[in-house]
């Protein structure tokens, strides 16, 4: 005990013989360094200063928009409303898991040759730069003439997903019913109930079947769905950094986005649109989300534990105040700098209702046998004739008969079957039994930790033991996580190349 107390005092009198550091120093100090100065947190200020931004815009063009404005979601404006077309649904769209919505819209765009591409969470159906729209989309290193969706071959549409705020039916939207923004009272979506409402707009256009549905991360969760529901209209299928069912760790992850824009005061139990956005949540949320998209290695080898280098102006008052180096409690290291401009870059370019219904589907999406069931979902039929063969071999009478195509489709980089197959793997091939007759393309990343590669694995296992036999399963090697489909494009876009030919 006398060793205790001893002790105990020895660091006190070390720690009051050097100069105490406060929060204060995350500021540009000015002439005093009192150390009883009310400390100063520009990182949290930042918040505010936003938040006057906004209420000086809204203020100040709310004479212009009140004539212009297309409604709540006005905010929203990459990609411009005049560059993608809309389907407007008049017909009840059953749900999953709520009273049918009464009519919907969908916003999409084409390219020049039909390919299904389904998106990511907060993506736009802007995949990839048009006359109409110049600028760069989320698919862009993908879609064009020569490239993996080849569009001297292939005629895609891509569409901005059911619950979103780029041109389709979400939650800023107007429910017809009472004039104003559905908000929270709009239905909890499925992911079955996104990809029904894009063959709704196929339909419409008169597509009656797909050569190809493609997607990855929430995208590749439609691709897999779009080819359930319709195996007869979806002819293949592309998964990439996705799954089947989706896991414990990435539901957490999910779940503490959601939770931080909840607790956003602006957030008001989702009725914001005619006041300010959760706009400091959503900058905390996109920082987590951020966190998943690379991997530790990745981190590690751009960042380091490097510091951002202050501005000329703000070291030389730092070494005035003698309080040049010291720890601060804002953002010094430049890992911390970078997910700063990431959640700012972002927090006022996507609705918070959107990301909380959007990230609430992906959570409850499960493919496994006994989750189809619960949600009465019947399992249709799988395809009952062969796919066709791709324009690169159906325009070629030596074209080889569809057993031998079959056959050259059913390869992948080899992976040794799990020694401890995940209780729900049989399920799992139960559910996905109604795609045992149609070619699978199903990539993982062996960095990601948001879709982990045992993710994919489990897909291509899965698929197998239903009967598949052209399931095509690669693994991508580098240190860039989840973004490596945006990343490396070399092996992503020949991979797909190679599943088409």
Not at 323 to 331: E, K, Q, T
Request: glycine share 6%.
């Amino acid at each position: 005990m006398n060793v205790g107390k001893n002790s105990s005092k020895s660091p006190a009198r070390a720690y009051r013989s050097h100069p105490i550091r406060t929060a204060s120093q995350c500021s540009t100090p000015g002439p005093s360094s009192n150390p009883h100065d009310h400390p100063h947190f520009p990182c949290v200020d930042a918040h505010a200063a936003r938040e006057s931004r906004i209420r000086s815009s809204r203020s100040s063009s709310s004479a212009s928009t009140a004539s212009t404005s297309s409604g709540p979601e006005l905010p929203y404006t990459k990609p411009n409303p005049t560059t993608y077309k809309v389907y407007h649904h008049k017909s009840p769209l059953l749900l999953v898991y709520a009273d049918p919505l009464p009519a919907f819209d969908i916003a999409y765009e084409t390219w020049d040759n039909v390919i299904l591409l389904h998106t990511g969470l907060s993506a736009s159906s802007h995949a990839a730069c048009t006359e109409f729209n110049p600028a760069d989309g989320c698919w862009e290193k993908f879609i064009g003439p020569g490239k993996a969706l080849d569009t001297n071959q292939f005629f895609i549409i891509c569409t901005n997903v059911l619950g979103g705020c780029y041109g389709s039916t979400g939650p800023s939207s107007i429910d017809p019913t009472t004039g104003e923004p559905y908000t929270t009272r709009f239905p909890v979506l499925s992911v079955f109930d996104m990809v029904c409402a894009q063959f709704s707009l196929l339909d419409h256009l008169g597509i009656d079947r797909l050569y190809a549905s493609v997607g990855s991360s929430m995208g590749a969760m439609q691709s897999l769905a779009a080819g359930w529901l319709f195996p007869e209209r979806a002819g293949k299928v592309v998964s990439i950094s996705g799954t089947a069912r989706s896991s414990p760790s990435a539901i957490a992850m999910r779940f503490a986005q959601r939770s931080i824009l909840m607790a956003d005061a602006n957030w008001k139990d989702g009725f914001y649109y005619d006041g300010l956005p959760p706009h400091t949540g959503m900058k905390l949320a996109r920082q987590i989300a951020t966190i998943t998209y690379r991997s530790g290695p990745e981190w590690d080898l751009r960042f380091g534990r490097k510091l951002w280098k202050l501005p000329d102006a703000d070291a030389a008052a730092l070494a005035h105040a003698d309080r040049a180096g010291r720890p601060a409690l804002c953002p010094d290291f430049l890992i911390k700098t970078y997910l700063d401009h990431q959640g700012e870059e972002f927090c006022l370019k996507y609705d918070v209702n959107s990301l909380i219904y959007i990230s609430k589907a992906m959570d409850l999406f499960d493919m496994t046998a006994p989750a189809l069931a619960e949600l009465r979902l019947a399992p249709p039929l799988p395809r009952a004739v062969p796919p066709r063969l791709p324009p690169s071999l159906a325009t070629h009478l030596a074209s080889p008969a569809h057993a031998q195509y079959h056959h050259l489709l059913s390869h992948s980089k080899s992976h040794p079957p799990p020694p401890n197959p995940p209780l729900h793997l049989s399920d799992l091939a139960a559910g996905l039994r109604p795609l045992a007759n149609t070619p699978v393309l199903t990539l993982g990343v062996q960095s990601d930790i948001l879709f982990p590669v045992e993710q994919q694995r489990e897909v291509a296992d899965a698929l197998r033991i239903a009967g598949n036999q052209m399931v095509s399963y690669y693994e991508l090697g580098g240190v860039w996580g989840y973004d490596t489909f945006l990343l490396d494009v070399q092996n992503v876009g020949g991979a797909i190349r190679g599943f088409w030919s």
